[in-house]
């Protein structure tokens, strides 16, 4: 079945960084778009970065732009978001998606939390 695991959330200080992965396994990884969300308690779960499966092309939400990078390793079947420049408005709960033939797939999540 489709799973997908991420980890390397914690605690960072403001400034600092953070690469958060997600292992895909249960479906063929290379040809499914793959995206990261966030959620902060109180708030809606929101789009933070987009990865498309061929092109690789990719996009961001405004909050993160040039900050945040997304990426993919189809050999190892993994997504990756580096945060660099990370504020305290970054703490939340990062979530790896994929969706399949409609389906959406969600992780289990990571905390990242950004303090002094």
């Known amino acids: 079945q489709v799973r997908l695991v991420e980890s390397g959330g914690g605690l960072v200080q403001p400034g600092g960084s953070l690469r958060l992965s997600c292992a895909a396994s249960?479906?063929?990884?290379?040809?499914?778009?793959m995206s990261w969300y966030r959620q902060s308690p109180g708030k809606e779960r929101e789009l933070v970065a987009h990865?498309?499966?061929?092109?690789?092309?990719?996009n961001y939400a405004d909050s993160v732009k040039g900050r945040f990078t997304i990426s993919r390793d189809n050999a190892k079947n993994t997504v990756y978001l580096q945060m660099n420049s990370l504020k305290p408005e970054d703490t939340a709960i990062y979530y790896c998606?994929?969706?399949?033939?409609?389906?959406?797939?969600w992780g289990q999540g990571t905390q990242v939390t950004v303090s002094s």
């Open positions: 998606r994929t969706q399949i033939l409609g389906r959406a797939y």
């Open positions: 249960g479906f063929t990884f290379s040809i499914y778009a």
């Open positions: 990865i498309t499966s061929t092109s690789g092309s990719t």
